[in-house]
C-alpha cells in the first residue's frame, strides 16, 4: 500500500519560514520524481517545485528564492523548506509521486501565514 504522508505545516507570521516533510512508504522512493503542490482556497492547485530521481530541482516563479526542495532518498523523504513567507502563500500543501504512469498523492497539511 502507497502512503505519502505530509507534516510540519501550521500558522506562521509573514516572513517566518516552515520546513514542510513528506514520508513515503510502498514505493520506490529514489525511482520517483517528487512534486510539492499547493491549493488555495478558492483557487486551483499549483505547482510549487519538484526534484527528479537524478536530483535536479524547479521552483514556480513566486517562490524561486525563497522555497528549497530537497530529498533523503535512503529516508523515503521529501522535504520544502519555505523562508520569507507571505499571505500569497497560504494554502494546503500536497507532496506527490510520478513515476511514469503512477502517480500518488499525499492528504495535504495546512501553511497559514498570517499576522
Known amino acids: 500500500q502507497v502512503q505519502l504522508v505530509e507534516s510540519g505545516g501550521g500558522l506562521v507570521q509573514p516572513g517566518g519560514s516552515l520546513r514542510l516533510s513528506c514520508a513515503a512508504s510502498?514505493?520506490?522512493?529514489?525511482?520517483?520524481?517528487m512534486y510539492w503542490y499547493r491549493q488555495a482556497p478558492g483557487k486551483q492547485r499549483e505547482l510549487v517545485a519538484f526534484?527528479?530521481?537524478?536530483?535536479?530541482?524547479n521552483y514556480a516563479d513566486s517562490v524561486k528564492g525563497r522555497f528549497t526542495i530537497s530529498r533523503d532518498d535512503p529516508k523515503n523523504t521529501v522535504a520544502l523548506q519555505m523562508n520569507s513567507l507571505k499571505a500569497d502563500d497560504t494554502a494546503v500543501y500536497y507532496c506527490?509521486?510520478?513515476?511514469?504512469?503512477?502517480?500518488?498523492w499525499g492528504q495535504g497539511t495546512q501553511v497559514t501565514v498570517s499576522s
Open positions: 506527490n509521486a510520478v513515476k511514469i504512469w503512477r502517480d500518488y
Open positions: 510502498g514505493i520506490m522512493f529514489s525511482d520517483y520524481t
Open positions: 526534484i527528479t530521481s537524478g536530483g535536479t530541482t
